[in-house]
């Protein structure tokens, strides 16, 4: 796994280090993204946030995407951004992860009855990867930190 740091400042040895007698900024600066294919899905957060966490978000957001519309393509996000809305919202309630369980984001989301069928003339070659899990391949993953 690899990660990537970046400052914002060009020149980030003058950049000041906080103390612990400093109250922390809740400004978001840190920015973690994990690339399938031809996707990159990135979120935003505070540097308090764990970047393995973060990761780990993504990947169970893309594998109950990837179980939801059998072999997910760019198109379905594209048009169904319905459901991808409901995963998040399984997942996150007011900015908070309450679930990760791959299963239960699935089962949920499916209750509500927000997955949108494929129409029948589309073909299922466009998918977003060969191999890894459920039909995506990791390609990059990384976090890049800014102050």
Same mark, same amino acid.
């Given at each position: 796994?690899? $990660?990537?740091? /970046?400052?914002?400042?060009?020149?980030?040895?003058?950049? %000041?280090?906080?103390?612990?007698?400093? %109250?922390?900024?809740?400004?978001?600066?840190? &920015?973690?993204?994990?690339?399938?294919?031809?996707?990159? +899905? &990135?979120?935003? !957060?505070?540097?308090?946030?764990?970047?393995?966490?973060?990761?780990?978000? &993504?990947?169970? +957001?893309?594998?109950?995407?990837?179980?939801? $519309?059998?072999?997910?393509?760019?198109?379905?996000? &594209? +048009?169904? $951004?319905?459901?991808?809305?409901?995963?998040?919202?399984?997942?996150?309630?007011?900015?908070?992860?309450?679930?990760?369980?791959?299963?239960?984001?699935?089962?949920?989301?499916?209750?509500?009855?927000?997955?949108?069928? /494929?129409?029948?003339?589309?073909? #299922?070659?466009?998918?977003?990867?060969?191999?890894? $899990?459920?039909? +995506? !391949?990791?390609?990059?993953?990384?976090?890049? !930190?800014? #102050?």
């Amino acid at each position: 796994m690899k $990660f990537w740091s /970046r400052s914002k400042n060009s020149n980030a040895s003058k950049a %000041p280090t906080p103390s612990p007698s400093q %109250p922390h900024t809740d400004t978001p600066s840190l &920015i973690t993204y994990r690339h399938y294919a031809t996707l990159y +899905f &990135i979120l935003i !957060s505070t540097s308090t946030e764990s970047p393995l966490a973060l990761l780990d978000l &993504i990947q169970v +957001f893309v594998e109950a995407l990837d179980r939801l $519309f059998e072999n997910v393509c760019e198109l379905d996000l &594209i +048009f169904n $951004f319905e459901t991808l809305h409901a995963v998040l919202g399984e997942m996150i309630v007011g900015g908070v992860v309450v679930e990760t369980g791959l299963d239960k984001v699935v089962k949920g989301v499916r209750e509500q009855g927000k997955v949108a069928k /494929r129409p029948v003339n589309e073909g #299922r070659g466009g998918g977003l990867g060969v191999g890894g $899990f459920g039909g +995506f !391949s990791a390609v990059g993953q990384g976090v890049w !930190s800014g #102050r």
